[in-house]
């Protein structure tokens, strides 16, 4: 008799990575890695990690796309994963850099989301016109502006030398403080993918990432950059959680003033994790924005 799988609040992320094949591809002499699912599906999804985190991030979202009839791949940024350490200067890089890995697919996505920096990663990319026309974006937990606890810690690791900081962030107390600062749902799964995640991704960070990419973002934050097309603005969704505390207050004025027809969500009760505390309300966001595409 077939062992009955554990429901998916039960499970770890590595046992829902089981669904998820690695995948490699090469472009231009550039290599991208991913973890791909139900490749045979016409549609594809796209999903995109954030800063410090790890494609391992998105299993959640993406076992219930592919679940649901979707080809779902998510890509390691740079300096992540097994990618290669990150050479981008500019947002402009980054765009480009996304435009390349989604090429390396030789698939149009009909769905492009990211979560937190990578919203930041998916916007630029539209900026440029990349996003294939009627492809919908998602932008979960936008950071168009950053909190001050944020800008804090970030300051305080570029104070040490690259490698000693990123020991430090690794470290168990600083991990700790980090989960006890992010999670903000109650929600005991939550917490425990996001340990997970923290210890998992130890391994794989670029030392010099952290501090170039929040750079990058502080001082070229595509989100105060050109506007996207009234047209195009139509096909993007952002989602935010009522309790995020690495946006500020401002978050939502200034989303509301660089995309005005764009489609707002707002998740209560949770905060910037929505990759895990609101998983299961991003994918049927993701799947209703399918319906339009």
């Not at 999903?47 to 796309?65: I, P």
């Not at 009839?69 to 850099?97: C, E, M, Q, S």
């Not at 700790?176 to 600062?181: D, G, K, S, T």
């Not at 670029?206 to 990419?213: V, Y």
């Amino acid at each position: 008799m077939k062992q009955q799988q554990p429901a998916i609040a039960q499970q770890t992320l590595e046992q829902i990575q089981q669904v998820f094949t690695p995948l490699e591809r090469r472009l231009d002499g550039e290599t991208f890695y991913f973890l791909a699912a139900n490749e045979r599906a016409d549609k594809v999804v796209i999903l995109l990690h954030g800063v410090t985190g790890n494609k391992l991030d998105m299993v959640l979202v993406g076992q219930q796309l592919a679940a649901q009839g979707y080809a779902v791949y998510a890509p390691d940024l740079p300096g992540h994963g097994n990618a290669a350490p990150i050479t981008a200067k500019t947002f402009d890089d980054f765009g480009r850099w996304f435009h390349a890995c989604i090429e390396s697919l030789g698939r149009s996505p009909a769905l492009v989301m990211g979560n937190s920096f990578g919203t930041a990663v998916c916007y630029n990319y539209a900026q440029q016109g990349f996003l294939p026309a009627k492809a919908q974006l998602i932008l979960g937990c936008p950071t168009p502006d950053i909190s001050l606890a944020s800008r804090v810690l970030r300051n305080a690791g570029r104070a040490l030398p690259a490698r000693i900081a990123l020991k430090l962030y690794n470290s168990h107390l600083v991990i700790f403080l980090r989960v006890l600062y992010l999670h903000v749902s109650g929600k005991p799964e939550a917490k425990r993918w996001l340990e997970e995640s923290e210890y998992f991704k130890r391994q794989f960070i670029d030392p010099n990432m952290p501090n170039s990419m929040s750079t990058l973002l502080e001082m070229q934050n595509p989100f105060h950059g050109p506007l996207l097309s009234l047209a195009l603005q139509d096909r993007v969704t952002y989602i935010v959680g009522d309790r995020d505390n690495v946006a500020t207050r401002s978050t939502l004025a200034t989303m509301a003033r660089v995309l005005p027809e764009a489609h707002r969500r707002i998740i209560p009760g949770v905060g910037h994790i929505l990759h895990f505390d609101a998983w299961e309300e991003c994918a049927a966001i993701a799947l209703d924005r399918l319906k339009h595409q």
